[in-house]
Every structure is written in C-alpha cells, then in structure tokens.
C-alpha cells in the first residue's frame, strides 16, 4: 500500500491481508505506525466500517492503544485487527474501512485511510 505521512508521522504499514474473501473467512488488518523526528505519545488507531449496527462484520477491536513513539525514526511495530463476517445475505458485498490514527487525545485523526473489503457469500 505504500507510506501515508502527514506532519512527522506516517502508515509504515498498513493492509487487510485478503481484501476479498468468503464469508467463512476472516482476514486481518495489520498498522504500523512511524514517526520522524518528532516524538508523539498517547496513540490510537480507531477503526470503523461502513456496516451500520455491525450487521455482518465483527471487529476485534474497534480501538487501540499503540506504544508511544519516543525516538526519531521509530515504529510502533505491527498490531493486528481481525475482521470475521457473518449472516450475509446476498452473493456479494463490500464495506468501507477507514483506520484514523489519533494522537494526544485530539478530537481528528492525524493520519486516515481507507480500504474496502469484499465477502462473497459461501453457497
């Protein structure tokens, strides 16, 4: 997926190990985030998906607490997200996730991105 940066802080990674899968599959999100010069502390990744009252999609965590990016050039190394669907009910469906990365309890991600994931339903 290539590196997203905004103000000193960048996506060392970030991808759904499948984007497309079965409906008796599940498929993980994995985020690494770096940091430049500046040292950031109290990091969040919030992850959200376009699936309204979480319908078909479960998440192992909708929100979490990454290390604190203490030195120039450091990572929080890769911290994994499982996404498991459930009860889809036509062949074929595709949610919206977007991953914001918060910083010193501020209210707007510094750092966004979206990724869309495909179940196709198991017959």
């Known amino acids: 997926m290539g590196l997203f ?3 000193g ?9 499948k984007s497309q899968i079965m409906s008796d599959e599940v498929t993980s999100l994995k985020v690494n985030v770096k940091n430049f010069k500046e040292k950031f502390d109290n990091i969040v990744v919030k992850t959200q998906i376009e699936d309204e009252g979480n319908q078909y999609l479960t998440i192992s965590a909708s929100s979490l607490s990454l290390p604190n990016l203490d030195f120039p050039n450091n990572n929080t190394g890769d911290h994994e997200i499982v ?3 459930y009860n889809i009910p036509v ?4 949610f919206k996730i977007t ?3 918060y910083v ?3 209210d707007k991600p510094m750092l966004k991105k979206e990724l869309v994931l495909t179940v196709n339903k198991r017959q």
């Open 91 to 94: 062949s074929k469906m595709s």
């Open 99 to 101: 991953v914001g990365v």
């Open 9 to 17: 802080l960048a996506f060392e990674k970030i991808k759904l190990d």
């Open 83 to 85: 996404i498991t669907p």
């Open 5 to 7: 940066s905004k103000k």
């Open 104 to 106: 010193r309890n501020n």
